[in-house]
């Protein structure tokens, strides 16, 4: 969404599927709690190694843009919760060029079908257990272990999702 920012000519039309706002907007959400003080270092490291990008905000070019926008967040996200995201845009901009669509039960992965996200999730999670209980130490093991997974399983995508996707961009050629 940021791209705005930088690259507007050419442009027909943006996708944003689990996206942040801008790095300040995630950070206010994400380094909450007992992570609060790291938050101002985290922005000034963004800052150093992104200068050009660091401080960009979606919303900010979002409010005049007449570039089609589609915002695509689940509301369970835990990765980039949507409050840092489509929701912080939704609260900010009123632009009829800017479409919205919620799911819910895909965490970060609103594209995904449900059952991908769920077998994803009992993969890594078993994954990540078999790790932690030292069952799995070696390269070696970890790719076996990864060898017996469904893969095409784990990322099919939802076809309702990519359909205002692919509406969105037929209706900008």
């Not at 005049?64 to 689940?74: E, R």
Request: net charge negative; proline share 3%.
């Amino acid at each position: 969404g940021n791209i705005l920012s930088y690259r507007q000519e050419n442009i027909k039309s943006i996708t944003v599927i689990s996206g942040f706002a801008g790095h300040e907007s995630f950070a206010e959400v994400a380094y909450g709690g007992k992570l609060k003080p790291f938050k101002k270092n985290i922005l000034r490291f963004e800052k150093k190694v992104n200068p050009e990008y660091a401080l960009s905000c979606s919303v900010d070019d979002l409010k005049d843009s007449g570039i089609k926008v589609l915002l695509i967040h689940s509301k369970d996200d835990t990765m980039v919760p949507i409050s840092s995201g489509l929701e912080y845009v939704r609260s900010r901009v009123n632009n009829e060029n800017i479409s919205y669509v919620v799911v819910e039960g895909k965490y970060h992965n609103p594209n995904y079908t449900e059952d991908a996200v769920q077998y994803m999730g009992q993969t890594f999670g078993e994954f990540n257990q078999l790790v932690k209980e030292k069952k799995l130490k070696t390269l070696e093991q970890k790719q076996a272990f990864m060898n017996g997974k469904d893969f095409l399983r784990m990322t099919e995508q939802d076809p309702e999702v990519w359909k205002h996707i692919f509406d969105m961009m037929a209706d900008e050629e």
